[in-house]
């Protein structure tokens, strides 16, 4: 289907330099193929990654960039060996539209993990164009990269859920830490961290938030539902726990010291990393030895895991908290993202922008 068409001219919103500005950028979809699902966004989030790909904080950027990658829409056609979807269905999009599926992860449907995966944005397609996020009005993805939003889930609501609620629930669930009654720490609450303790609340944990300072400590325990609050920079309040956490789910995007937290794990407890930095990180080896611990990492989450992670979310009743804004406003949410001053979630109404108009 789709392939007499002429191409589709969409627009988004691209940033065109490292300043990361974002401006209104005109350009051209692939035709639906035989395998694509052709998407019209209702809504995305930004994630903390969206910041460090537009400002080229990796050093791998390429330009014009239309970032997003918690992508909600709406089906609007389906190629001709598309049997999942439909023309009406709700749908999500994550950070990941393609991989090599022959090697070892994609065999074992954990293509986050593909040398050869394709990013969402920032990436070259397998036609060689620049693929393009979900800050626009319409995207072309292969069907194995899309997931249905499960019924009666708000669609603003869902968009986190497909980068900071797949990252929490990923390790969790791999390293064998979605039994109850487990004792978990999460470190940093911004988008990810939110979650993670909604989500990690919900699989019957008792979890404790750490935090550089008391600035969150009501919306932690009162609004999140977090056991308790600790601050790091309180040296006898971190020896009172020291030896206590199953695992902590380490979400700080930027350069930190590891053995204050690798202190507060059991004997074969975990420290799992999941901020995006780009400065080594440091740490005494001893800390690690003589409590058998590990220090890991978690990429995001395979589309199984975005099915199971969505389904588990209805089933527990779990919302993201979020600040809904306009495409107008993107910037200057940006702006606010870079300053953690955001509870917790921004997500963009796309549709309501009316980007084609």
Not at 133 to 158: H, N, R, T, W, Y
């Amino acid at each position: 289907m789709g392939s007499i068409e002429a191409q589709r001219t969409i627009t988004g919103w691209a940033a065109t330099d490292p300043t990361g500005i974002l401006a209104p950028y005109t350009y051209t979809l692939r035709n639906t193929g035989p395998e694509d699902v052709y998407v019209k966004v209702i809504c995305c989030g930004i994630c903390h990654t969206d910041l460090h790909q537009i400002k080229n904080d990796l050093g791998m950027s390429n330009y014009p960039m239309v970032p997003g990658h918690e992508v909600v829409g709406e089906v609007v056609e389906v190629g001709s060996d598309v049997s999942k979807f439909r023309a009406g269905d709700i749908v999500g999009v994550g950070a990941i539209v393609g991989c090599c599926r022959n090697c070892h992860p994609c065999k074992r449907d954990i293509e986050q993990y593909c040398n050869k995966k394709i990013w969402s944005y920032n990436d070259v397609y397998t036609d060689g164009k620049p693929t393009q996020g979900g800050f626009a009005s319409s995207m072309v993805v292969d069907q194995k990269f899309v997931v249905k939003i499960p019924v009666g889930m708000d669609p603003e609501q869902a968009a986190p859920l497909l980068c900071a609620g797949v990252t929490v629930y990923s390790p969790l669930s791999h390293f064998g830490l979605k039994q109850s009654g487990l004792r978990g720490g999460i470190l940093g609450l911004g988008g990810v961290g939110h979650m993670g303790v909604k989500i990690a609340k919900a699989m019957g944990h008792h979890v404790t938030v750490i935090s550089s300072s008391d600035k969150k400590r009501e919306e932690a325990l009162d609004h999140l539902g977090a056991d308790e609050y600790l601050v790091s920079s309180d040296a006898t309040k971190m020896q009172e726990k020291a030896d206590t956490l199953d695992y902590i789910i380490d979400t700080v995007p930027v350069f930190h010291p590891l053995e204050p937290y690798l202190s507060l794990l059991k004997l074969d407890g975990k420290l799992i990393l999941m901020g995006v930095i780009n400065t080594p990180l440091q740490f005494l080896t001893p800390v690690v030895m003589l409590g058998r611990k590990t220090i890991t990492g978690s990429f995001v989450g395979s589309i199984t895991e975005i099915e199971e992670m969505l389904e588990f979310c209805k089933e527990k009743g779990l919302t993201s908290m979020i600040e809904v804004i306009k495409m107008d406003y993107v910037n200057k949410a940006i702006e606010r993202l870079e300053k953690n001053d955001v509870r917790y979630r921004f997500v963009v109404d796309v549709a309501g922008s009316k980007l084609d108009q």
